[in-house]
T-cell receptor, first 114, second 114 residues
Framework: GDSVTQMEGPVTLSEEAFLTINCTYT??????LFWYVQYPGEGLQLLLK?????DKGSNKGFEATYRKETTSFHLEKGSVQVSDSAVYFC?????????????FGKGTLLTVNP | DSGVTQTPKHLITATGQRVTLRCSPR?????VYWYQQSLDQGLQFLIQ???????AKGNILERFSAQQFPDLHSELNLSSLELGDSALYFC?????????????FGSGTQLSVL
């Protein structure tokens, strides 16, 4: 079945460090890919998305590029801030047929220290 | 604030009991999704309703049921509760039927089964 695999956390960085959170997927079709973020005590929020190969999603300094050849959608940020501390979820969706759902990875906890 | 309201925020109950979780979607959104979040399973899709009709089903147990009412709010009913049902239950909403759209998540209902 369709699935998403994220790097295991937790990830702990110092402020202004470079961030990469790896995400790879398995899907039977051509999925749309997403990164959602969950701040402490809150629900998930969409961070960015990409709907086709080579698309780059970006938001709030975060970027991820849809790589069909490596089935990956790694999240990057050049300089993290304390306020970026949260759980990050990679997800995919396939539209059409009965497969109408968003499949999430297990999440990666990021802690940024001042 | 996502605009999605979930009640109650916390629920503590005993094994064998039945509970109802309520979700009010964002104004204008026709789709409601239910997800279960636990440490071992991560975020699991349970079920989706669109404009009152069941649209997609995920890993929802037979002891669980849901419905979406004419005013578009939704309820998730959990019965014959077991210790393993303890989790954070999220509701999300979107305008249309596809999960490729941006989902807006509520803050969740934390269920503790003792």
């Amino acid at each position: 079945g369709d699935s998403v695999t994220q790097m295991e956390g937790p990830v702990t960085l110092s402020e202004e460090a470079f961030l990469t959170i790896n995400c790879t997927y398995t899907a039977t079709g051509y999925p749309s890919l997403f990164w959602y973020v969950q701040y402490p005590g809150e629900g998930l929020q969409l961070l960015l998305k990409a709907t086709k190969a080579d698309d780059k999603g970006s938001n709030k300094g975060f970027e991820a590029t849809y790589r069909k050849e490596t089935t990956s959608f790694h999240l990057e940020k050049g300089s993290v801030q304390v306020s970026d501390s949260a759980v990050y979820f990679c997800a995919l969706s396939l539209s059409g047929g009965s497969n109408y759902k968003l499949t999430f990875g297990k999440g990666t906890l990021l802690t940024v220290n001042p | 604030d996502s605009g999605v309201t979930q009640t109650p925020k916390h629920l503590i109950t005993a094994t064998g009991q039945r509970v109802t979780l309520r979700c009010s979607p964002r104004s204008g959104d026709l789709s409601v999704y239910w997800y279960q979040q636990s440490l071992d399973q991560g975020l699991q899709f349970l079920i989706q309703y669109y404009n009152g009709e069941e649209r997609a089903k995920g890993n929802i147990l037979e002891r669980f049921s849901a419905q979406q009412f004419p005013d578009l709010h939704s309820e998730l009913n959990l019965s014959s509760l077991e210790l393993g049902d303890s989790a954070l239950y999220f509701c999300a909403s979107s305008l249309g039927v596809s999960p490729s759209e941006k989902l807006f998540f509520g803050s969740g209902t934390q269920l503790s089964v003792l």
